[in-house]
């Protein structure tokens, strides 16, 4: 029972990252999936959340226009497309999994109630700097 988050790099501000989050021994299909960010010296936040069926995203406002996220069931995989990157970026990205959202919303408090979370990565570090 494993979440593995890839795909992190230092890359330059204002190009684009695609990061994994890969789920082993159990069907992540069944699980709303969450990203968060954590950079240097603060508190781990909210990015984005998205629903079993794939069709709603729920975001933490200020991103919502650079972030968004995709599902491959086949592959047991979500995906966190980030574009545009900034130096503020930077920091450690985690996804999380939760079986108790609704098929086609994440909870409510998705992006505070971190215990709602059935499992977590170890997170992929993302670093912006020219």
């Known amino acids: 029972y494993q979440l593995v988050e890839s795909g992190g790099g230092l890359v330059q501000p204002g190009e684009s990252l695609k990061l994994s989050c890969t789920a082993s021994g159990f069907t992540l299909e069944y699980y709303a999936v969450a990203w968060f960010r954590q950079a240097p010296g603060k508190d781990r936040e909210g990015i984005l959340c998205i629903s079993r069926s794939g069709e709603n995203t729920s975001y933490v406002t200020s991103e919502k226009d650079r972030f968004s996220a995709s599902r491959d069931n086949a592959k047991n995989t979500v995906y966190l497309q980030i574009d545009s990157l900034k130096p503020d970026d930077t920091g450690a990205y985690y996804c999380?999994?939760?079986?108790?959202?609704?098929?086609?919303?994440?909870?409510?408090?998705?992006?505070?109630?971190?215990?709602?979370?059935?499992?977590w990565g170890r997170g992929t570090q993302v670093t912006v700097s020219s």
């Open positions: 999380a999994a939760d079986r108790s959202a609704l098929y086609y919303w994440c909870t409510a408090s998705w992006s505070e109630q971190h215990y709602i979370y059935d499992g």
